[in-house]
Every structure is written in structure tokens, then in C-alpha cells.
Antibody
Framework: QVQLQESGPGLVKPSGTLSLTCAVS?????????WSWVRQPPGKGLECIGEIYDSGSTNYNPSLKSRVTISVDKSKNQFSLRLSSVTAADTAVYYCARYQHQLYDSWGQGTLVTVSS | DTQLTQSPSFLSASVGDRVTITCRAS??????LAWYQQKPGKAPKPLIY???TLQSGVPSRFSGSGSGTEFTLTISSLQPEDFATYYCQQLNNYPYTFGQGTKLEIK
């Protein structure tokens, strides 16, 4: 069973860049899957940020596209999220997840990122 | 983006009850719909994909149906561990959007 674990700073200053990494264990990141980022503001619903295939192909949510970069590091079996020019509206729990067979079937535990000075 | 609207947003029920949650899409998404259960402080847990296929390990009291624009999640006999928030998600076209959630509470 594949496991995912997010890591990165829990506090980012306004106008700064949020950077998170998702480590994949129990399976290869080169496994014909899309690897995704999803976020959830406190007390609110879920929003897809973007996804990457092991080939490097990406899809981004148009609402965030100008600020988002997702990359993959096959040698470390991990993928990463960068979100620039953050504001308080980007405060959320950020999840990484695997998309396979019409489902986000594996999720990380989530990491809270707060945007504050 | 495809908008998903869940109803109801809040549902109060008792152990043993049968409950149904509806998810309506702003336009047709074939059967590309999934359901998740989320408990406080936890990641969403996948329940159903392709509108009606039960994810491995999910109890058979959960079932899903629908296609096109209208979908339902049914729990046939509520158990104490089922009280949570439920989300639908469309995976027909990116961005894969979620419904706003249905919070299922104990009556």
C-alpha cells in the first residue's frame, strides 16, 4: 500500500512562496499515476491545486495556475509544490494524493500552512 | 469548471437509519464521480469511484448510484463510525472539483 507524507514550513510570510514536498513510500512514483496536491482552508471544502505525471506532464487549476509549479524528483521518489505570492487566503491544510482509476485513492495526512507575518 | 452541489449540507440521523446524500453536477460528467468520507483532522477517505464501485475495504452498507448530472450516496444502516463529512468529486475534466460537503451528525 503506497503511503504519502507531506513536509515543509508551517508558516509562510505574505507575498512569499509556499514550498511543500510529498514523499512516496511503498511504491514507485513512476507507476503510471497522477500525483496531486489538494488543499482545504480551515473549516471549508476541498480544492484541487494541480497534478503531475511521472513523465513531467502537469495540469493546474486555472484559478491558481499563474502561481503554481509542481515538479517530480524520481530519484527521491517525491514530488513538490511551489505556490508564489501567497496571501492569507492560501492558509489551508495541504494534502498530497495519488490519482488512479478515477479516484484519489491514497492521501497524505495533510500539513497546515499558515500565511502570516 | 464543473460545479457540484450536494444536498443536504447538514443531516441529522440516528444509528441504524438509512440516509441518502445527493450530488448534482452543473453539466454531464458521465460516471466520473467519487465519494469520500472525512473526519475532523484527518485526510479524506475514498469510499466509491466510477459512481458506484466500492473501494476495497469499504463496508457494503455504502453504495453509490447515478450518471450524467445526478448522483447519490446511500448508507443503508448508519453505524457510529459513519458520522463524518462526505464529499463528492467529479473526475471528468480538470480541475477535479468537489462538492461543498455534507455533514452527517448524530441525532
Amino acid at each position: 500500500q503506497v503511503q504519502l507524507q507531506e513536509s515543509g514550513p508551517g508558516l509562510v510570510k505574505p507575498s512569499g512562496t509556499l514550498s511543500l514536498t510529498c514523499a512516496v513510500s511503498g511504491g514507485s512514483i513512476s507507476s503510471s499515476s497522477w500525483w496531486s496536491w489538494v488543499r482545504q482552508p480551515p473549516g471549508k471544502g476541498l480544492e484541487c491545486i494541480g497534478e503531475i505525471y511521472d513523465s513531467g506532464s502537469t495540469n493546474y487549476n486555472p484559478s491558481l495556475k499563474s502561481r503554481v509549479t509542481i515538479s517530480v524528483d524520481k530519484s527521491k521518489n517525491q514530488f513538490s509544490l511551489r505556490l508564489s505570492s501567497v496571501t492569507a487566503a492560501d492558509t489551508a491544510v495541504y494534502y498530497c494524493a495519488r490519482y488512479q482509476h478515477q479516484l484519489y485513492d491514497s492521501w497524505g495526512q495533510g500539513t497546515l500552512v499558515t500565511v502570516s507575518s | 469548471d464543473t460545479q457540484l452541489t450536494q444536498s443536504p449540507s447538514f443531516l441529522s440521523a440516528s444509528v441504524g437509519d438509512r440516509v441518502t446524500i445527493t450530488c448534482r453536477a452543473s453539466h454531464g460528467i458521465r460516471s466520473y464521480l467519487a465519494w469520500y468520507q472525512q473526519k475532523p483532522g484527518k485526510a479524506p477517505k475514498p469510499l466509491i469511484y466510477a459512481a458506484s464501485t466500492l473501494q476495497s475495504g469499504v463496508p457494503s452498507r455504502f453504495s453509490g448510484s447515478g450518471s450524467g448530472t445526478e448522483f447519490t450516496l446511500t448508507i443503508s444502516s448508519l453505524q457510529p463510525e459513519d458520522f463524518a463529512t462526505y464529499y463528492c468529486q467529479q473526475l471528468n475534466n480538470y480541475p477535479y472539483t468537489f462538492g461543498q460537503g455534507t455533514k452527517l451528525e448524530i441525532k
